[in-house]
């Protein structure tokens, strides 16, 4: 099995159980116009399209989390038109990989230029003992999408925009001038906002850099929708933007609402 993938599955649960870190939203209506996916310690999300929806990430590979997840939400999969990759990590982009059962069968894929190098090898995701570890994500097409671009998707506008750090081609979209999906940039719990576990990141100095160019920046939202901590405020979501949290302390809880084992609830 590939280490990443491994790791992701197995190693993962371990090591996080019990510390309070992973505190995603229940599968659910969030709008009118924006529902959540839950998959195990991720949310994915769907926004309502003039004809049908679109999509900001696509949880784990082959999932039934997903799957039974837009049944309760009354969403046929076959009516999301494009998907959105905030990142090739398998919590993100595992349901559209190639060769697992397609959670969005019509759709188009859309990632940016610099997160391609993870498909075509230019780019590992970690070094372990001198080994280049690879995404063991594959994609069976897509679109490569330019940051800072307005992109229009089934009457909808998705604005792209870079935050490189948790991986080197990471990217929050700004949907309908409203809703900030920020993926992995930025986790939060009852305090607000912090910038991600650095462990997890990429190049963690990057991250911090591009987090605070983001909360300084002219773009602003009402709500920003986090991959694995709910939905904030503008305010809220970058309260603690200048620190990252060390998760490896002993007796370190990061958010007391969230699940135990957020892979098994």
Same mark, same amino acid.
């Given at each position: ?116 190098? !993870? ?9 372990? #003992?001198?080994?280049?570890?690879? &995404? %063991? =994500? *594959?994609? @069976?097409? !897509? ?9 229009? #998707?089934?009457?909808?506008?998705? &604005? %792209? =925009? *870079?935050? @490189? ?101």
């Amino acid at each position: 099995m590939n280490a990443i993938r491994f790791f992701g599955l197995f190693v993962k649960p371990r090591l996080t159980r019990g510390k309070g870190m992973w505190n995603p939203l229940p599968t659910q209506a969030l709008f009118d116009d924006v529902f959540c996916l839950r998959d195990k310690d991720a949310n994915c999300f769907l926004i309502k399209g003039d004809q049908g929806y679109l999509a900001i990430d696509s949880g784990y590979e082959n999932s039934r989390n997903t799957a039974e997840g837009l049944k309760r939400l009354g969403i046929d999969p076959e009516q999301v038109s494009d998907v959105f990759l905030t990142h090739l990590d398998i919590d993100h982009a595992g349901g559209v990989c190639a060769g697992s059962r397609a959670l969005y069968p019509k759709a188009k894929i859309h990632l940016s230029a610099q997160e391609e190098k !993870y498909l075509t090898g230019a780019c590992s995701r970690k070094t372990i #003992a001198g080994h280049a570890c690879r &995404l %063991p =994500i *594959a994609l @069976p097409h !897509y679109e490569i999408f330019t940051p800072g671009e307005e992109l229009w #998707a089934d009457g909808v506008s998705v &604005l %792209p =925009i *870079a935050v @490189p750090g948790h991986t080197l081609g990471h990217t929050a979209f700004l949907v309908k001038g409203c809703y900030l999906f920020s993926g992995d940039c930025i986790i939060a719990n009852e305090e607000g906002g912090w910038l991600f576990f650095d462990f997890w990141n990429q190049d963690p100095a990057l991250n911090r850099k591009s987090v605070q160019e983001l909360r300084d920046g002219a773009l602003r939202a009402p709500y920003v929708l986090t991959a694995h901590s709910g939905c904030l405020s503008w305010e809220e979501a970058f309260r603690h933007a200048d620190r990252s949290l060390d998760w490896k302390k002993k007796g370190f809880v990061f958010c007391r609402t969230a699940p135990k084992d957020p892979y098994h609830s």
